[in-house]
């Protein structure tokens, strides 16, 4: 299993970025997918997930401003990220984590499969 993020830079207030996260040894259609976000001095926090129905979930902070999307043919998920606030500067990580998992604040990278992040810093 791998998991490649990339997409990540530095963006003002308002802005957009569109992360992605190529996936090798699985399928991402057949698998639940999280993207999860550590800011500076913070815990590492779930931010979205999409079932294998394709069904998305997302935290409160980021509902109506991020989507998260896959694509089968190419075996790599997305995170579009609008309307961009300094809050949401972190670096963000792909993981496979079944939906059971969804919804921490605390992960630890020492367990399942994550990459290697990508930093989006969103600053005037």
């Known amino acids: 299993v791998q998991l490649v993020e990339s997409g990540g830079g530095s963006v003002q207030p308002g802005g957009s970025l569109r992360l992605s996260c190529a996936a090798s040894?699985?399928?991402?259609?057949?698998?639940?997918m999280t993207w999860a976000r550590q800011a500076p001095g913070k815990g590492l926090e779930w931010v979205s997930g999409?079932?294998?129905?394709?069904?998305?979930f997302y935290r409160d902070s980021v509902k109506g401003r991020f989507t998260m999307s896959r694509d089968n043919a190419k075996n790599t998920v997305y995170l579009e990220m609008s309307r961009l606030q300094p809050e949401d500067t972190a670096i963000y990580y792909c993981?496979?984590?079944?939906?059971?998992?969804?919804?921490?604040?605390?992960?630890?990278?020492?367990?399942?499969?994550w990459g290697q992040g990508t930093q989006v810093t969103v600053a005037s």
């Open positions: 993981a496979l984590m079944p939906p059971g998992a969804w919804g921490s604040d605390n992960y630890s990278r020492k367990f399942g499969n």
């Open positions: 999409i079932h294998n129905d394709g069904t998305t």
């Open positions: 040894g699985f399928s991402v259609n057949t698998n639940p």
